[in-house]
């Protein structure tokens, strides 16, 4: 009620801060048998994620645990929430140093398991004491950058007629295309896959590559770090 403000608390929001325990499976079960209970429930927001699953999401010195780990437990999650038909939406960090002009999801703690995974994501990054922006990167809507605006009670808001500055979806779009079909893949491929252009997904390919987010596994062909 505080941080709402004027507007009317509604009447199927609901809280839950007891501790979850258990294994994450257990875990899971306890959000099952929540969900069970509330069938009017459209929208869980987990605060934070880490708070939930936990367990440690830094990639070991091989890199391997970190992304599996990353893929098995949002999997969980992801398909939870697709038997349901709903939204399950997890606060996360991103790193101190943003790695492009722009954050986007690969700016995200952890390994790129978490941007190969979800469906999307909104980074809000504050620029000014009242002033901010909010990236959206989806799979199946429209991104793009947003102005935001921070109120005196605390909210952050965006004006009713803000239009969003579309940025690119093919980083995140290769990464999920190389998770699906679980092996290495070429740059025509990928392009044919995604309907996108073949130099695009090439350059793309290669600044990827640099950052360690993939892997030339052999001549002109691609795949998630091992």
């Known amino acids: ?9 509604p009447e199927n929001l609901y809280f839950v801060t007891e501790d979850v325990l258990g294994s994450e499976k257990e875990r ?3 959000l ?32 391997n645990a ?13 398909k ?24 986007d999801l690969m700016d995200i703690v952890g390994s790129v398991g978490i941007p190969a995974t979800v469906d999307g994501g909104w980074i809000l990054s504050k620029s000014a004491k009242d002033a901010g922006t909010l990236y959206m990167d989806m799979r199946t809507l429209r991104g793009g950058r947003f102005p935001m605006t921070l109120s005196t009670n605390g909210l ?20 999920k295309a190389l998770k699906d ?12 896959r995604l ?12 600044r990827m590559e640099k950052k360690g987010l993939v892997v030339k596994v052999e001549t002109g062909l691609y795949d998630l770090p091992p």
């Open 195 to 206: 309907g996108l252009v073949k130099n695009t997904v090439t350059q793309e390919l290669r």
């Open 32 to 63: 099952e048998t929540v969900l069970d209970k509330l069938p009017d429930v459209q929208l869980v927001v987990i605060d934070t994620l880490e708070q939930f699953r936990k367990f440690d999401p830094t990639p070991s010195k091989s890199g």
């Open 181 to 192: 079909d679980g092996r290495s893949m070429s740059a025509p491929e990928l392009a044919d």
């Open 1 to 9: 009620e505080e941080m709402g403000g004027d507007s009317d608390t």
């Open 80 to 103: 939870m929430a697709n038997k349901r038909g709903i939204a399950i939406v997890f606060l996360y960090h991103t790193t101190k140093s943003i790695r492009g002009e722009e954050p």
């Open 28 to 30: 899971n079960a306890q």
């Open 156 to 175: 952050w808001t965006m004006a009713d007629d803000a239009e969003p500055v579309v940025k690119s979806r093919t980083k995140s779009s290769i990464l």
């Open 66 to 78: 970190g992304y599996r780990e990353e893929v098995r437990s949002l999997s969980a999650l992801k």
